[in-house]
């Protein structure tokens, strides 16, 4: 008798451990996200913007926001900041949130260890209270996911984790034109609220900053009312 369900034992146990080990992978590649309360039945969008700043690309990122008298969330790579300091104070004092992102953007030396970790971490910060005159309280994880440790050590330092819940497509397609972008940008955040959506304006993502109108007035169209964090 005790034979006879042995095979059946061992394939129940391999199901649920594939099963775990699906379910493990999936949470791990699901961007974590902290959202901003939102306000009942209104429609929210987050436009934030990560890697930068650039000189170009956050200029013309910046002159497109103040021109449509929008705020959103910057997301700060503190080694690019030398050079570019009077972009960075310009996003503070027009209003926009400061957060932090990396100080090198580098993964393997970012995530090597909790004390490198929060090394990053209080670089940038540094260099963007130094600069800007602003303390950062956001965070979003260079190359996102979920890392519950590093998670952990933020929130007691008073940061929230921001992840994202649509992307415009400006690092998932390569060389993606304005019109891809923006289409992608609709694709991913159709039936999603709040919207909290990804973009880069480093130097290499003029794209972006062309879409970006259109971008926004799809969300106008819609109804959405335009967020920081």
């Known amino acids: 008798m005790y034979r006879k369900y042995v095979p059946l034992t061992l394939v129940l146990v391999v ?11 999936t949470a791990a590649a699901t961007p974590a996200i902290c959202l901003a309360e939102s306000g ?3 429609k929210e969008v987050y436009l934030t913007f990560d890697d930068g700043p650039s000189t170009v690309v956050t200029g013309r ?3 497109v926001l103040k021109a449509e008298n929008i705020k959103a969330t910057f997301f700060i790579v503190s080694d690019r900041v030398c050079g570019r300091e009077e972009i960075l104070r310009r996003a503070a004092r027009e209003g926009h949130t400061l957060g932090v992102h990396s100080a090198t953007h580098e993964y393997s030396r970012i995530y090597a260890s909790e004390e490198a970790f929060l ?17 950062p309280n956001v965070y979003r994880f260079p190359g996102g996911g979920a890392h519950p440790r ?12 921001i992840g994202w819940n649509a992307v415009c497509g400006d690092e998932e397609i390569p060389r993606a034109e304005a019109e891809t972008l923006y289409r992608e940008a609709v694709k991913t955040s159709r039936g999603k609220q709040p919207v909290v959506l990804l973009l880069h304006d480093s130097a290499n993502h003029r794209a972006t900053a062309e879409a970006l109108p259109k971008i926004i007035s799809y969300y106008r169209g819609q109804g959405y009312e335009f967020r920081q964090f």
Do not use: N, P
């Open 119 to 135: 090394h990053d971490v209080e670089k940038c910060a540094g260099v963007i209270e130094d600069v800007a005159g602003i303390t």
């Open 40 to 42: 009942g039945e209104a």
């Open 61 to 63: 990122v910046l002159d």
């Open 150 to 161: 590093f998670s952990a050590l933020l929130s007691e330092r008073g940061y929230r984790v």
């Open 15 to 25: 199901l649920l451990t594939l099963l775990a080990t699906l379910g493990w992978k």
